[in-house]
């Protein structure tokens, strides 16, 4: 009997152990899916870029923070301990990526006739409650760009020091020109993503830039008026650019070099570009060994949806549509992270009538449980497929199909092993299946 219990354990070690080494992402800088291998052994180092919180964020915006939450959990799940960093931009993210117009946090203080301390708090706060009802979970340290400043500063000034900078009338650059590799997170070299960016990415810029590729570390304030946030600097009075942001404090808190960065496709070409640039001029060392990007949350006509353009769905509009919110979440699990999903009322109502009838399938499982504890080879084989799944590059649609599988097999799996495994996948799915059972979350 204890030979029996011990043999258990140790098939089911060994299970998560072959699922580990089997691990793999598609990494958006080499363009091929790779098998993960982490700096430090049982530790992952993960920045995701967060909210900038000048407004409440849209559904688009959170199927990229789903899609993160997914691979957390399944980190976590192959026994990795998990440092999870994200950053609340609440300065220096002007309305254009051309490193003009006004700053965000600006304009909607302006709008709302509150100071932007007021603005930060309450849609910071506003996105936490949010995440938490979507079953996020809470990044192991949140980091706020106005507490790393001097951090911001002290990192211009080596790259000053190490001849990557220039300055102009509206404040400090960095050179691309100066990169061999700048932009090789776009697969593109440098005069070609140049071209790119003329055709219609950032057509609006500074004449006085030495490229269209450059951009701004540090901006001097106007002269005709005071900003609410501005600070000293060794250059001017003046504020931080958007992206020295991530770098100093990514860099801070995980390391010059660490293992994995993730957000949504739309930061590939500049945002993210850029924090390689300046990251490794700094270091000298590569910063991230894999990026993540989940796609876009498309309407039919394949329109992003935008804050700019006044066409953004929240978490409190599906609220008031009488949705579970976790039925957005089970729908952001039936398209693969990578490829774009449509969103319509309609496939959230699909969403979650399957979602309740999981659920309920959860409800009667408990009611029927047989009393005697039995494992069998073909509840394994569930389990060992499902983890093949998730661990293939979160391939959460296949893992989904399996659990209806799984839902549905009535003869050589019981009760009792059915609704253990459920419950077991369901620290990956995080859609409360036991609601109807217990009437409270996991």
């Not at 390391?255 to 739309?266: K, N, P, V």
């Not at 389990?383 to 293939?392: G, R, S």
């Not at 599988?405 to 609704?419: G, I």
Request: hydrophobic share 40%.
């Amino acid at each position: 009997m204890i030979f029996d219990k011990i043999l258990k354990y140790f098939r089911g070690y060994f299970l998560d152990v072959r699922t580990m080494e089997n691990l793999q992402f598609f990494n958006t800088l080499t363009r091929k899916k790779e098998k993960f291998v982490p700096l430090e052994k049982g530790k992952v180092r993960m920045y995701c870029c967060g909210p900038t919180v000048y407004l409440y964020a849209h559904i688009g915006n959170f199927r990229t923070y789903i899609f993160e939450d997914v691979l957390r959990r399944v980190l976590e799940s192959n026994r990795f301990k998990v440092t999870h960093v994200m950053n609340i931009t609440d300065v220096g993210h002007l309305t254009s990526d051309a490193d003009t117009g006004e700053d965000k946090m600006e304009v909607s203080a302006r709008r709302e006739r509150k100071t932007i301390s007021e603005i930060a708090e309450f849609y910071t706060k506003a996105f936490f409650e949010d995440a938490e009802k979507l079953n996020i979970l809470k990044p192991t340290i949140v980091c706020k760009a106005t507490d790393h400043i001097a951090g911001m500063i002290k990192l211009i000034q080596k790259l000053e020091k190490k001849g990557y900078t220039y300055i102009i009338n509206d404040g400090v650059y960095f050179d691309t020109s100066r990169l061999k590799d700048y932009g090789k997170l776009t697969g593109m070299g440098f005069e070609k993503l140049k071209e790119s960016l003329k055709a219609g990415a950032r057509v609006e810029f500074n004449p006085q830039k030495k490229n269209i590729s450059d951009f701004g570390l540090w901006f001097f304030s106007p002269k005709d008026k005071k900003r609410q946030m501005e600070w000293v600097s060794p250059w001017g009075v003046g504020f931080p650019g958007w992206h020295i942001e991530c770098s100093v404090m990514s860099m801070k808190y995980l390391g010059d070099t660490f293992d994995m960065h993730c957000s949504a496709i739309d930061h590939i070409p500049i945002h993210h570009t850029n924090e390689i640039a300046q990251s490794e001029a700094a270091t000298g060392k590569k910063v991230v060994n894999y990026w993540l990007h989940g796609a876009f949350l498309v309407f039919g006509e394949k329109a992003k949806m935008a804050k700019s353009k006044g066409e953004i769905i929240t978490v409190p509009t599906i609220i008031k549509e009488g949705f579970d919110l976790l039925a957005y979440r089970y729908l952001c699990l039936t398209a693969h992270y990578r490829s774009e999903l449509v969103f319509t009322w309609e496939s959230l109502k699909a969403a979650q009538n399957a979602l309740f009838t999981l659920r309920e399938h959860m409800r009667r499982l408990k009611e029927n449980l047989e009393s005697e504890k039995k494992k069998t080879l073909k509840a394994e084989e569930y389990k060992k497929k499902f983890l093949e799944a998730v661990n293939d590059d979160l391939n959460m649609p296949k893992a989904l199909t399996l659990v209806w599988k799984l839902v549905r097999d009535e003869k050589e799996v019981s009760n009792r092993e059915k609704y253990e495994l459920l419950l077991e996948f369901d620290k990956i799915l995080g859609l409360d299946l036991v609601r109807e059972v217990t009437k409270e979350k996991l």
